[in-house]
């Protein structure tokens, strides 16, 4: 079982990117999974998850709207799309799963991770 991330980069105040999870060893109708983000020194904060029947929950008020996640189930990849990107989304962006069909934000939870991608909005 596998997550590998991608798609991170610099990108100026009010830009766009759009990040990947790559996912091997399971199909996207078994299990969920869940984008987080960490900055510096800071906790792991969940973002948007999508479970097994591609129902989507939302997380952070800050990121509503500007964040939309989606999946690919003949690829097997997850996506965040991020708009309106500010000098606080700067953050190492993970995705996770716990291996369940539904979503849940309590890290301990999580048992397979992505290495992560690094996500730059200068000031």
């Known amino acids: 079982l596998q997550l590998v991330e991608s798609g991170g980069g610099l990108v100026q105040p009010g830009g766009s990117l759009r990040l990947s999870c790559a996912v091997s060893?399971?199909?996207?109708?078994?299990?969920?999974i869940t984008w987080f983000r960490q900055a510096p020194v800071k906790g792991r904060e969940g973002i948007s998850c999508?479970?097994?029947?591609?129902?989507?929950?939302d997380y952070e008020d800050s990121m509503k709207g500007r964040f939309t996640i989606s999946r690919d189930t003949v690829t097997n990849t997850v996506f965040l799309q991020m708009s309106g990107l500010q000098p606080e989304d700067t953050a190492i962006y993970y995705c996770?799963?716990?291996?369940?069909?539904?979503?849940?934000?309590?890290?301990?939870?999580?048992?397979?991770w992505g290495y992560g991608t690094q996500v730059t909005v200068p000031s």
């Open positions: 060893g399971f199909s996207l109708n078994l299990y969920s």
């Open positions: 999508i479970n097994a029947y591609e129902i989507t929950t």
């Open positions: 996770g799963t716990y291996r369940h069909w539904d979503c849940t934000t309590t890290v301990r939870e999580y048992d397979f």
